[in-house]
């Protein structure tokens, strides 16, 4: 990425005027949820989000802002470009990471959308699946399906040319399209993943099987923190037989708390204290992906959150 100030994008989401420099904080604060939640869709972290809008506000507070035209517009810029940065250099810790790396949950029972016109790019299942893309295509999809940005806006972002943003937000449409199903309702969600956690909680092969899509991932982010499967479980006989094996320890001395992560409902499991996750995604055919977040410091966003419960 080219170094030096950054280009402020023509229009997005804001009158063009020159602010004074003394409005400073107001405009980051007016802007900052919009931010973060660019941020955490393209690293699926809380923690690097929260980092990259403080480096931003940072570097917003020391500049000289009254040339700046468009201030929303330059801070959405300077937050996408960083996170593209982080993104091309984070590939190397994703391939040493030990086990499976699921996307860090994020509390979304106060802010539903975290910044978003839409609710696009939050859920577990397509954060996974953006992965697998470019963080240039990663960027265009977010700005595009998340925050309803213009193609000319995301292309001065990016420094692509329009035709070039059309093809990449394309690409990554047809990714996530080819990737899952289309999820049930939210009550339909809840409903399913309490009758996995009660079917799994007695070891009972068939209520699993009978939730199950047949092509269904099991998902464990350990981190190698914490033991969990190394690869994901593939296959409704081999995962309902993985889950039903984990009854005798997984379920013993603890408590549930039901919370709101990433737009869709999750368990929280406590054992004197100490937390994990699991949620899920599901379509008309069952339940298509588990995900199991064991590794503690992945829930300090949710067990912490005032809303619990």
């Not at 402020?8 to 003394?22: E, L, M, R, Y």
């Amino acid at each position: 990425m080219a170094s030096g100030p950054l280009p402020t994008p023509p229009s997005i989401h804001a009158d063009v005027k020159t602010f004074g420099q003394d409005d400073g904080l107001s405009i980051f604060a007016s802007v900052r949820t919009r931010l973060f939640g660019i941020a955490y869709r393209m690293l699926g972290s809380v923690a690097e989000a929260e980092d990259v809008v403080q480096d931003v506000w940072m570097r917003w507070q020391s500049m000289n802002r009254s040339t700046v035209e468009n201030p929303p517009a330059y801070l959405a810029t300077a937050t996408t470009r960083q996170c593209i940065n982080i993104l091309q250099s984070a590939r190397t810790r994703r391939e040493t990471y030990i086990g499976t790396w699921l996307p860090e949950p994020v509390d979304t029972s106060s802010d539903p959308r975290i910044g978003a016109e839409r609710n696009e790019a939050l859920k577990f299942a397509v954060l996974l699946l953006l992965e697998k893309l470019s963080p240039a295509e990663r960027a265009a999809y977010i700005l595009r399906e998340a925050f309803d940005y213009e193609y000319s806006d995301i292309a001065g972002i990016l420094h692509l040319e329009e035709a070039n943003i059309r093809q990449l937000v394309s690409r990554a449409r047809k990714h996530i399209a080819d990737g899952r199903r289309t999820s049930v309702a939210p009550s339909e969600q809840r409903r399913l993943l309490e009758a996995f956690v009660a079917a799994a909680q007695n070891a009972d092969m068939a209520a699993l099987e009978a939730l199950l899509a047949e092509d269904v991932v099991s998902y464990a982010d350990g981190g190698g923190i914490v033991h969990a499967a190394t690869a994901p479980v593939s296959g409704r006989k081999h995962v309902a037989t993985f889950i039903a094996a984990l009854s005798k320890w997984c379920w013993k001395g603890v408590t549930l708390d039901w919370v709101e992560t990433n737009g869709q409902t999750t368990v929280l499991v406590l054992r004197d204290g100490v937390p994990f996750g699991l949620t899920i995604d599901a379509s008309a055919q069952g339940i298509d992906e588990i995900m199991w977040f064991l590794r503690p410091s992945k829930l300090n966003s949710v067990k912490d959150s005032p809303k619990r419960g």
